[in-house]
């Protein structure tokens, strides 16, 4: 009879701040910062320290993130959308760096407003 083993997780804060400033590929490419965090976390969730639990806080963040911009576009006819839109904009440039930040300290890391498609 095998008894299974939990794999044991290597600790790399580097990936993880990596993981967390990837998201600023939006600001170049578009997509970008969903798709790379998304293809690390799916490849690394099981072999990192915390990637799995931050690597959901940085997919619901951004998909929270596309939503809110999406929603900003049809409310630019009344203004508020561009409100909606430079608050997507700032949000989206300084929680990843501030989270980056607090992930390569060995700090906990929370992206508030976020809507929690993955838990």
């Given amino acids: 009879m095998e ?7 290597r600790e790399d804060r580097q990936l993880l701040l990596f993981t967390h400033l990837s998201q600023l590929l939006t600001y170049i490419t578009g997509f970008g910062g969903f798709v790379v965090p998304l ?12 990637m799995d639990e ?7 963040f951004q998909l929270t993130m596309i939503l809110a911009a ?4 049809p409310l630019m006819l009344i203004l508020v959308g561009f409100v909606i839109a430079a608050l997507v904009g700032l949000l989206s440039l300084i929680f990843p760096i501030v989270n980056a930040i607090k992930a390569n300290n060995g700090e906990p ?3 508030p407003l976020s809507i929690m498609f993955f838990k």
């Fill in 3 to 9: 008894v299974y083993q939990d794999p044991i997780l």
């Fill in 39 to 50: 293809i690390i976390w799916l490849m690394q969730r099981d072999k990192i320290e915390q």
């Fill in 54 to 60: 931050q690597g959901k806080q940085i997919l619901n």
């Fill in 70 to 73: 999406l929603v900003s576009i």
């Fill in 109 to 111: 890391t929370h992206y």
